[in-house]
């Protein structure tokens, strides 16, 4: 069974940082292609980044470009997202969710994890 | 970036009515459209993928349809637990951008 659970969330003032993860099981990591969501209060989908299998492809939100970095440990199966200079609109439920395609980054995300809270706030 | 705009942003049926939602996208996008699901409190869900694949495990009353830059999902008959936000999400280009949602209610 493929699970995926996110951990990190907190409270953060504007302008701190702060590193999600993502634990993976159930499939094999290495192969698959992830990716970040996030969904602020009461709003919609955002696509947020993401990381192919290969480490070949990253791709960000211009929201998010330059301030936020994502990374895996395929050894952990673990999917990270470093996120510095943090804002009011960050605020939000992210999402890790992996990829329809191995060996392909189809943005097509048929698991997700259940979130973790992020808000930022002074 | 790729915008969409689904259409209505909010719906009343009733168990057993068929209900159509519309999306379109702001340039064209061959079938890379993809159709979730998701309830208060729970992650989103995969429906449709590439416009009118039925992901594994999703009822065959959820259909999806079009190309190009218009794309709509069907849900011919519906239950009581498919009362939820539905989203279309474009995977032509990044950024994989998502509709503002149409949220189905009683």
């Known amino acids: 069974e493929v699970q995926l659970v996110e951990s990190g969330g907190v409270v953060v003032q504007p302008g701190g940082s702060l590193r999600l993860s993502c634990a993976a099981s159930?499939?094999?990591?290495?192969?698959?292609?992830m990716a970040w969501v996030r969904q602020a209060p009461g709003k919609g989908l955002e696509w947020v980044s993401l990381f192919s299998w290969d480490g070949g492809t990253i791709y960000y939100a211009d929201s998010v470009k330059g301030r936020f970095t994502i990374s895996r440990d395929n050894s952990k199966n673990s999917l990270s997202l470093q996120m510095n200079s943090l804002r009011t609109e960050d605020t939000g439920l992210y999402y890790c969710?992996?990829?329809?395609?191995?060996?392909?980054?189809?943005?097509?995300?048929?698991?997700w994890g259940q979130g973790t809270l992020v808000t930022v706030s002074s | 970036d790729i915008r969409m705009t689904q259409s209505p942003s909010s719906l009343s049926a009733s168990v057993g009515d068929r209900v159509t939602i519309t999306c379109r996208t702001s340039?064209?996008?061959?079938?890379?459209l993809n159709w979730y699901q998701q309830k208060p409190g729970r992650a989103p869900k995969l429906l449709i993928h590439a416009s009118s694949s039925l992901q594994s495990g999703v009822p065959s009353r959820f259909s999806g349809s079009g190309s190009g830059t218009d794309f709509t999902l069907t849900i011919s008959s519906l239950q009581r637990e498919d009362f939820a936000t539905y989203y279309c999400?474009?995977?032509?280009?990044?950024?994989?951008?998502f509709g503002q949602g149409t949220k189905l209610e009683i």
């Open positions: 340039q064209y996008i061959s079938s890379y």
């Open positions: 999400q474009q995977s032509y280009s990044p950024p994989y951008t």
């Open positions: 159930g499939f094999r990591f290495d192969d698959y292609t």
């Open positions: 969710a992996k990829d329809i395609g191995s060996w392909a980054a189809t943005g097509v995300f048929d698991y």
